[in-house]
C-alpha cells in the first residue's frame, strides 16, 4: 500500500451499521428515531386491556363499583339516583335487611328525570326474600313527585 502524505488511514475507522453519523456506537439515549416512540410501553399493553375488561365486568356485576363509577364520571346522574334510593330507603319498613340489587336506569321526560326499576332484595314476614322494584319520579327541580313499587 502507498501512503500519500496527508492521507489518513481509514481501515481502523470502519463505522457499524448501528453508527451515528459522527462515529458514535447507538445507544438507547443517543438514537434519535427511537426516542419517538417509548419501548418500555409495550409491556404493559396486556396489562391496561386486562383492567379494561376488569373494569366493564366489575361495572355490570358490581353495583357498589357502577355507582362510584357513576359518582366520577357522571355526577349529575348520580345525584339523581341517589335521590331516588333515598326515597325507596324511606319507604321500606325497617328491620327488613333491604340490599340494593339494580340501580334502575335514569329516563329524562320533559316534566323532570325518573329512574326506572330499582330494585331491592329485602326480608319478608315470613322470612322468605322478597323482591320489590321502585320506579321513581322527580320534577324539574329534583324533588321527589311520585314513588311506585312493584313487589314480584
Request: aromatic share 8%.
Amino acid at each position: 500500500m502507498i501512503k500519500v502524505p496527508g492521507d489518513r488511514d481509514t481501515r481502523d475507522e470502519r463505522r457499524s451499521p448501528s453508527a451515528n453519523p459522527r462515529g458514535e456506537a447507538r445507544t438507547p439515549h443517543t438514537d434519535v428515531s427511537d426516542s419517538r416512540r417509548p419501548k418500555n410501553l409495550k409491556p404493559l399493553i396486556p396489562i391496561l386491556i386486562f383492567g379494561g375488561f376488569a373494569t366493564f365486568i366489575a361495572s355490570q356485576e358490581v353495583p357498589a363499583f357502577a355507582d362510584w363509577l357513576e359518582r366520577m364520571f357522571q355526577p349529575a346522574q348520580w345525584q339523581t339516583k341517589a335521590s331516588c334510593r333515598d326515597a325507596v330507603l324511606e319507604d321500606i319498613p325497617a328491620g327488613s335487611y333491604a340490599r340494593l340489587q339494580e340501580g334502575g336506569s335514569l329516563n329524562q321526560t320533559p316534566d323532570g328525570p325518573s329512574v326506572i326499576g330499582i330494585r331491592f332484595a329485602m326480608l319478608g314476614q315470613d322470612g322468605e326474600e322478597q323482591i320489590a322494584t321502585y320506579d321513581c319520579y322527580l320534577d324539574a327541580d329534583g324533588e321527589l313527585h311520585r314513588l311506585t313499587r312493584r313487589t314480584r
